[in-house]
């Protein structure tokens, strides 16, 4: 059986280089000299590259289980945009804080709902109170007897309109219900920054600013030089057989 491929199976090649191909004449060739670029390494490079393998060959057979883990601290983070824009509204709200006109504010009347008891109400109350304990826990047998007398004296209009209104404020603070009472906390809405955190928050905004309107433009470009370039594999094994 042939092997050779048939005529009309081989790849058909583009008539325009097919034309180059068969118009090309040796003489139309430059004459170039060949220059020999290829210099061996010195007997400092062939040292310079043992040490490098040597250390390689450390670095690759180090026990990794000797690395003690470490936490990286990122010291210098720039802002992005969000925390620019942030910053931006911090600051307009602190220079309207110090801007701000204390004459315009307008005054206001506190008004009390819940009136509590006088300390002088309380002082009456507990001396009420001692009185009637000790009315309810006397001891009877201490009394002497006396004949009672009866008089007859009724107390005028103006005791029993008194008798009344102390029982009346008895019986309230009996019953008080403290359950009643709400729990009020105080908030401090209004707290002006103090003059050591102004002045921080102009540094820090400074900053931002220059960071924010540095121009690219005044970099310069520069390029690397590799100067000291090491021997491939190829050419320390020439240096070796030579």
Known sequence: MSTETALK?????????????????????????????????????????????????????????????????EKIVLPSSSDVEAEKKEKAHLQA?????????????TKEKIVLPAKEDIQTEKTHQSIFQGVTGFDKSQMRHAETEEKVALPAKEDIQTE????????????????????????????????EDIEKEKGQQALFQG????????????ETQEKNPLPTKEIIEQEKNA
Do not use: C, M, W
């Not at 490098?52 to 690759?60: C, D, G, M, Q």
């Open 9 to 73: 199976d081989l790849p058909k090649v583009d008539p325009t280089l097919k034309g180059q191909l068969e118009g090309f004449t040796p003489d139309k060739l430059k004459k170039t000299d060949t220059e020999e670029k290829t210099i061996l390494p010195s007997k400092e490079d062939v040292e310079s590259e043992k040490l490098r393998n040597e250390h390689l060959e450390n670095i690759s057979k180090f026990p990794s289980g000797r690395l003690k883990r470490t936490s990286t601290s």
């Open 211 to 222: 960071i924010e309107g540095f121009n690219q433009s005044n970099l310069k470009k520069t």
């Open 97 to 109: 804080v110090e801007g701000f006109n204390a004459a315009n504010l307008k005054h206001a009347n």
């Open 164 to 195: 009344k209104a102390h029982q009346g404020i008895f019986q309230r603070v009996l019953s008080y219900d403290r359950s009643e009472l709400k729990q009020t906390e105080t908030a401090e809405k209004n707290v002006l920054p103090s003059k």
